[in-house]
Nanobody, 127 residues
Framework: QVQLAESGGGLVQAGGSLRLSCAAS????????MGWYRQAPGKQRELVAT???????NNADSVKGRFTISRDNVKNTVYLHMNSLKPEDTAVYYC?????????????????????WGQGTQVTVSS
């Protein structure tokens, strides 16, 4: 099992900055892609940014140029640096991780993916 612990959320004025952290613990040896999602009231959960273990990143169009995702493989932690925050960024931000597992079966190795979510951290941006 993998546990994800988010921190860094809070209340900030428009134009301000926050840094979210997500620390992975438990059976973390096969984690590949980690990312951040967010869900605003009355909205569906949406992708914010992802990062691979090789530090390849992908950002949603709504946050490009403002948010930066990074990863520390030694600390098993992923970060989301948020700059120029807007009221529309207000949401619960969730950390996500994919874990690739390989099991030896009778017919050969079988690879499958586990997916984990953190509890979420609230980000509120006032105008």
């Amino acid at each position: 099992q993998v546990q994800l612990a988010e921190s860094g959320g809070g209340l900030v004025q428009a134009g301000g900055s926050l840094r979210l952290s997500c620390a992975a613990s438990g059976n973390i040896d096969s984690i590949n892609v980690m990312g951040w999602y967010r869900q605003a009231p009355g909205k569906q959960r949406e992708l914010v940014a992802t990062i691979t273990s090789e530090h390849n990143t992908n950002n949603a169009d709504s946050v490009k140029g403002r948010f930066t995702i990074s990863r520390d493989n030694v600390k098993n932690t992923v970060y989301l640096h948020m700059n120029s925050l807007k009221p529309e960024d207000t949401a619960v931000y969730y950390c996500n991780a994919d874990q690739i597992k390989t099991t030896v079966m009778a017919g050969g190795p079988y690879r499958y993916k586990n997916n984990y979510w953190g509890q979420g951290t609230q980000v509120t941006v006032s105008s």
